[in-house]
C-alpha cells in the first residue's frame, strides 16, 4: 500500500490548512490512520489517530484546533488544521495500517512540510 500526502504550504498564524493522505493499492481493511510531525530540531510527535470504528486521539497541543477524518471509499485520510500557530511548523508525515490481501501493512507516506508564520 502506498501513500501520497499532500496540503502543506505556508499560511500565517490564525490561519487554516487541510493535509491529505491518499492509500493506493489492494486494502481489506484499515485499522488505524495516523498523522505525525517533526518540528526542526525536535524529535517526531503523533499529532492525530483515527482507528477503526471511528475513535481519534490528538496531541494535547492541537486538541481543539486540529480535526482527523476519513473519506472510506477513497481509503484517504484528512488533517484540518485550523488556528494554525507556528508551533504548528513541521513535516507532517501520514500512517496508515492495516490488512492487505495477503499480509498486514503499515506505510508510511512521504512528508508534507507546513510552515506557520507569525
Known amino acids: 500500500v502506498q501513500l501520497q500526502a499532500s496540503g502543506g504550504g505556508l499560511v500565517q498564524a490564525g490561519g487554516s490548512l487541510r493535509l491529505s493522505c491518499a492509500a493506493s493499492g489492494s486494502v481489506f481493511s484499515i485499522n488505524g490512520m495516523v498523522w505525525y510531525r517533526q518540528a526542526p530540531g525536535k524529535q517526531r510527535e503523533q499529532v492525530a489517530i483515527?482507528?477503526?470504528?471511528?475513535?481519534?486521539n490528538y496531541a494535547d497541543s492541537v486538541k481543539g484546533r486540529f480535526t482527523i477524518s476519513r473519506d472510506n471509499a477513497k481509503n484517504t485520510v484528512f488533517l484540518q488544521m485550523n488556528s494554525l500557530e507556528p508551533e504548528d511548523t513541521g513535516v507532517y508525515s501520514c500512517?496508515?495500517?492495516?490488512?492487505?490481501?495477503?499480509?498486514?501493512?503499515?506505510?508510511w507516506g512521504q512528508g508534507t512540510l507546513v510552515t506557520v508564520s507569525s
Open positions: 500512517r496508515v495500517y492495516g490488512v492487505g490481501p495477503r499480509a498486514n501493512f503499515d506505510s
Open positions: 483515527l482507528i477503526s470504528g471511528g475513535s481519534t
